[in-house]
T-cell receptor, first 114, second 111 residues
Framework: ETGVTQSPTHLIKTRGQQVTLRCSSQSGHNTVSWYQQALGQGPQFIFQYYREEENGRGNFPPRFSGLQFPNYSSELNVNALELDDSALYLC?????????????FGSGTQLSVL | GDSVTQMEGPVTLSEEAFLTINCTYTATGYPSLFWYVQYPGEGLQLLLKATKADDKGSNKGFEATYRKETTSFHLEKGSVQVSDSAVYFCALSVTGNQFYFGTGTSLTVIP
């Protein structure tokens, strides 16, 4: 059983740039969620995708956008990067039936905005 | 809005000591409650959960009881091991797709 994998592991960008983070879901999982974890904080919900459609969004501006592909992998795009976007970005996959509340997390992408 | 407040760390215990990590919540609906654990170098993983009042979640010797009257979900273990050293996150979900996490409590167990 393949776990959730994220790439890249680390990334450094400058303010104003755009970034794309990638996630491969756990095998068999059709739902993917993205979370932002600032230093010393808990993960904050950005959005969730199910069947390639956004299925819930947290309190993040529109410059945070996402995609889910037919193979259930996903991307998180952030435009016009700001210094406060520096954080660990976590991807989590889950099912929509059965134990749908059990999230499987990747190890994250550490984004630094300079 | 929905939120979780958990005990700040770090917590350092000797092996075989009793562990309690406090967690209280605020929710607009009827949440499910969770404890997630992050071991060094790994992603968060579900430790235990409870879906309604008075339910007790348990796993790997850890327990937590959903207390609606005190809006709490405290994590306990009777005898911690060095391998329990990790960061523990309390979380809730009302809708099933959006989770609210606490800030995490770092636990270090020394031999």
């Amino acid at each position: 059983e393949t776990g959730v994998t994220q790439s890249p592991t680390h990334l450094i960008k400058t303010r104003g740039q755009q970034v794309t983070l990638r996630c491969s879901s756990q095998s068999g999982h059709n739902t993917v969620s993205w979370y932002q974890q600032a230093l010393g904080q808990g993960p904050q919900f950005i959005f969730q995708y199910y069947r390639e459609e956004e299925n819930g969004r947290g309190n993040f501006p529109p410059r945070f956008s996402g995609l889910q592909f037919p193979n259930y992998s996903s991307e998180l795009n952030v435009n016009a990067l700001e210094l406060d976007d520096s954080a660990l970005y976590l991807c989590a996959s889950s099912l929509t039936t059965g134990d749908y509340e059990k999230l499987f997390f990747g190890s994250g992408t550490q984004l630094s905005v300079l | 809005g929905d939120s979780v407040t958990q005990m700040e760390g770090p917590v350092t215990l000797s092996e075989e000591a009793f562990l309690t990590i406090n967690c209280t919540y605020t929710a607009t609906g009827y949440p499910s409650l969770f404890w997630y654990v992050q071991y060094p170098g790994e992603g968060l993983q579900l430790l235990l959960k409870a879906t309604k009042a008075d339910d007790k979640g348990s796993n790997k010797g850890f327990e937590a009881t959903y207390r609606k009257e005190t809006t709490s979900f405290h994590l306990e273990k009777g005898s911690v091991q060095v391998s329990d050293s990790a960061v523990y996150f309390c979380a809730l979900s009302v809708t099933g797709n959006q989770f609210y996490f606490g800030t995490g409590t770092s636990l270090t167990v020394i031999p």
